[in-house]
């Protein structure tokens, strides 16, 4: 799931991720252990920029943290956690954001009080069904 969700950063990391616009990606570096990237978003969001250092210290973790934004400040983190039980797998997404005082920062501050919790929760179940598709497409066949 991590491998999927958190470490692919080619174009089809768009498929995976809601948020995420395929013409606004941008590898920068690359290593083993981590990834430099620009993202931007999409919808209502496809002004918001933010260029952020993902790394994956240990299984089942990807943290992310900025770097720059139009709209957060650097340092503003993500974590995405996933760990194995009886029937798959329990996912957490944590996010430590602190948005700029002007533009679309204020913007970014407002939605995220106002429907944060709901909007970053549909993200979430929308790349899971995302990695559930990967997986399925790459399945071996059943006899």
């Known amino acids: 799931m991590i491998e999927i969700a958190g470490k692919d950063f080619s174009p089809r990391r768009a ?9 606004r990606l941008t590898v920068h570096d690359r290593s083993d252990g981590h990834v430099e990237v620009t993202e931007g978003g999409t919808g209502p969001a496809r002004f918001v920029w933010e260029r952020s250092r993902y790394e994956w210290p240990q299984p089942g973790l990807v943290t992310s943290t900025v770097i720059d934004s139009n709209t ?8 995405l956690r996933a760990s194995p039980r009886a029937d798959g797998s329990t996912v ?3 996010l430590d954001r602190s948005f700029r005082s002007r533009g679309w920062g204020r913007i970014g501050y407002a939605l995220n009080r106002m429907a944060g919790e709901r909007l ?7 790349t899971l069904k995302g990695v559930e598709r990967r997986l399925a497409e790459n399945a071996p066949p059943s006899d």
């Open 120 to 126: 970053f929760a549909s993200m979430l179940r929308s």
């Open 92 to 94: 957490e997404m944590i």
């Open 72 to 79: 957060l400040l650097p340092g503003s983190t993500f974590e």
């Open 15 to 23: 498929e995976i991720w809601p948020n995420v616009r395929k013409t």
